[in-house]
């Protein structure tokens, strides 16, 4: 595979910041890529809490033509790694602690698209070489919808880089009024429905889609699912119109944070052989989060962001039933106030058998993942899902619903899976709190059979799901950007 220039263009990326999948996969997928012989740059926003995180940081360029007063690059490395970090100081527009999105109200910031917009006209210009940083790449790896407008802007450029969009969650979008059009002062070209106008609005998302030279999901079934009015979020057409550019990869797990041989946030390291340490791990999460000790009641678990798409309401909706049985359920996530209402109030109502945390604690998950039976991932739809992957990795077995990535990392427990050794945990299809009660009490009945139950952790402990395999697979839809970008040019 030939070296490339690879500008990974991201609006978060672990550790520095993070709000979900898209930050883990731009703080493991850059290094994935390092590793097979690619010069990668990552470019992000100068958030305030990323700078404090970043280390040190050098000014590279005082100021950047054409820009407002104060944007500025800064330089760095992405912690942990040998990755080149550029970050986009903007004081005006990106100096504000805590989430990257929304205020501190829960709200969207009001200027996002004149935020996102000024990042992607810088990115634009260090593509195309216009930053005085004398190096320019053979590819623009763009993420999201805060990425959106960059293949938009490099489509007008002559003799652009690749571009690669990948979509990681389509429901977030970039939507606004059409007047931010012109507030943003954008190419009068990229106003038609074949570009940034949706239904009379600015749809970031949709320059990405329309414009870039490749685009990519973070799972084979998820990019299938979105070329359907059930998950294409109106934008089916234009991905069944652009269907032999666009791929789906799963992403990665980082291994080196999440595997239980290693893992520096669980009391006892264990694998496929000493699963006695995971049993000691239980035991300790029961007592974390005040739940009686007890070996033989089966642990389910569940970390999340309390949103519908999650499936949350599939599991309030089906856990009175399955609290009869004698089961222990533990939950950690926070989201839509509702939602945390419900699983507080299951908590007081079965203090021996619930028990609730709302908020993030990463020491937590990882006991969770390490100490849990059962992990649970009821979602509406996930594009790729991780901590499914990471359950495998524990042995902790999921119980998911057949959609995006769930259905791409998870092998139902059947009848002839069981027999040929293939299982790795529960799959059920309808989104029912009925369907998922029966998954659960199928998971139930599996955990009766210990040899059986033996064999599916076993084998989900042996799945790989490292960065290695999907970086390949980014090297490839790499090459396939660049002889559409060459085809394109020809035309």
């Known amino acids: ?114 935020r996102f917009a000024l990042f992607s006209r810088v990115v634009a210009a260090v593509a195309m070489n216009k930053a005085g940083l004398a190096w320019q790449p053979d590819i623009v790896h763009c993420n999201d919808w805060q990425c959106g407008l960059i293949p938009a802007l490099l489509s007008l450029e002559a003799t652009r880089p690749a571009t690669v969009f990948t979509v990681h969650n389509l429901a977030y979008q970039g939507l606004f009024p059409a007047e931010t059009f012109a507030a943003l002062n954008l190419p009068a070209s990229l106003w038609t429905t074949d570009s940034l106008e949706f239904y009379g609005q600015v749809s970031f998302i949709k320059g990405g889609l329309a414009h870039a030279d490749m685009i990519s999901t973070v799972s084979p079934t998820y990019a299938q699912e979105i070329r359907t009015p059930a998950y294409g979020c109106g934008l089916e057409g234009l991905l069944n119109h652009r269907a032999e550019r666009l791929t789906g990869i799963l992403n990665g797990a980082d291994y080196t944070q999440w595997d239980p041989q290693h893992d520096t946030l669980i009391p006892y390291h264990y694998n496929a052989q000493s699963l006695q340490n995971k049993a000691a791990n239980k035991a300790a999460l029961q007592t974390r989060v005040g739940l009686p000790v007890a070996a033989d009641i089966p642990v389910f678990a569940i970390i999340s962001r309390l949103v519908e798409q999650k499936g949350i309401d599939l599991l309030l909706g089906s856990l009175p039933e399955l609290l009869h049985h004698k089961i222990q359920f533990i939950m950690l996530g926070n989201g839509e106030p509702r939602l945390e209402s419900a699983f507080s109030t299951l908590a007081a109502q079965h203090p021996t058998q619930v028990a609730t945390q709302i908020g993030f604690n990463e020491e937590l998950a990882h006991l969770i993942e390490s100490g849990a039976d059962l992990f649970v991932m009821p979602s509406l739809f996930e594009p790729c899902g991780l901590n499914q992957i990471y359950s495998l990795r524990y042995g902790t077995v999921p119980i998911v619903r057949r959609t995006g990535g769930l259905a791409d990392t998870v092998v139902d427990a059947t009848a002839e899976t069981l027999k040929n050794r293939t299982a790795t945990g529960i799959v059920f299809n309808e989104a029912t709190p009925p369907a998922l009660l029966t998954a659960f009490e199928r998971a139930l009945a599996l955990y009766q059979k210990p040899a059986l139950w033996q064999q599916v952790v076993g084998t989900g402990m042996k799945q790989d799901f490292s960065w290695k395999h999907s970086a390949k697979k980014y090297l490839a839809v790499y090459e396939q950007a660049i002889a559409w970008k060459e085809k394109d040019t020809k035309m």
């Open 1 to 114: 595979m030939p070296t490339h220039k690879i500008l990974f263009a991201a609006s978060e990326a672990h550790p520095l910041i993070k709000t979900g999948g898209l930050g883990d996969v731009a703080g493991s997928l850059p290094i994935a890529l390092q590793a097979q012989r690619q010069e990668v740059c990552l470019i992000m926003p100068a958030y305030h809490d990323l700078i404090i995180r970043a280390g040190k940081l050098t000014r590279i360029h005082p100021m950047l033509a054409g820009f407002p007063k104060g944007v500025r690059l800064l330089e760095g490395t992405l912690p942990n790694s040998k990755i080149k970090l550029w970050l986009v100081d903007a004081p005006d527009y990106f100096n504000r602690p805590g989430n990257p999105y929304l205020n501190p109200q829960g709200t969207d910031w009001p200027d996002n698209a004149q």
